[in-house]
């Protein structure tokens, strides 16, 4: 009934009891879940786990915190994309609140990746922050719209989620928009077509009330899920049931 469009199982805190993180997401009624990557080295263990689990897919990528010697080449991300088990590229984009000064490179490796995705044919996981003008400025250059994605942990103004959509991506919310201050959040979540949505842990990190400063798993994902169809006033079947042919048609199109 849903799906976790972005978690890290690979990360130790998950890996080390991941037979119980899985039962986890079966009770709870998560069918899947995308392990996304934020450096190559880490890589091999996200394959490692989903050539062993039909339902886990993976993605391939460098996240735009992580300043590292070898910048990935596009040659490199789309030859790792060529794994069958691989259906998106990321995640990738652009953070300006943890880092400060020349960031160039961190635009660089966005755009890398963008074309790497174009060259592969596969989807974009973006990751923004405090960063969305630029963002969205370098999608329109690079032509992100060729292949579409999804703009995950979604924080953004309603006018940064339009603008996005108008790119063929989706909005995907994690635990944040449960948060009581999310108020803004919330309404984004409210008015943008329930068509362009995914949910997401991005476990184990911002776990949902009632979880909220705990350790976050996939199987959490419910409570997403819960908390858009309460501000929507639908049911929880059809926000579970949408968002999942939504996350099938962005990533098995």
Sequence with gaps: MFIDSHCHINFPELANDLDTILDNMRTNEVSNALCVSVDLEKFPEILNIVEQHDHIYASVGVHPD????NEPTQEEL??????PKVIAIGETGLDYYRLQGDLEWQRTRFRTHIRAAVESG???????RSASADT????REERADRVGGVMHCFTESMEVALAAIEMNFYISF???????????????????????MLIETDSPYLAPVP?????????????????IAKLRGISLREVGETTSSNFKKLFFH
């Design 66 to 69: 992580h300043e590292i010697e």
């Design 78 to 83: 789309v030859r790792l994309s060529t794994h």
């Design 122 to 128: 596969k989807p974009l996981i973006v990751h923004t």
């Design 136 to 139: 969205l400025t370098i999608m």
């Design 174 to 196: 994690s635990g944040i928009v449960t948060f009581k201050k999310a108020l803004e959040l919330k309404e984004v979540a409210t008015k943008i077509p329930l068509e362009r």
């Design 211 to 227: 979880y909220r400063g705990k350790l976050n798993q996939p199987s959490y994902v419910k409570h997403v899920a819960e908390e």
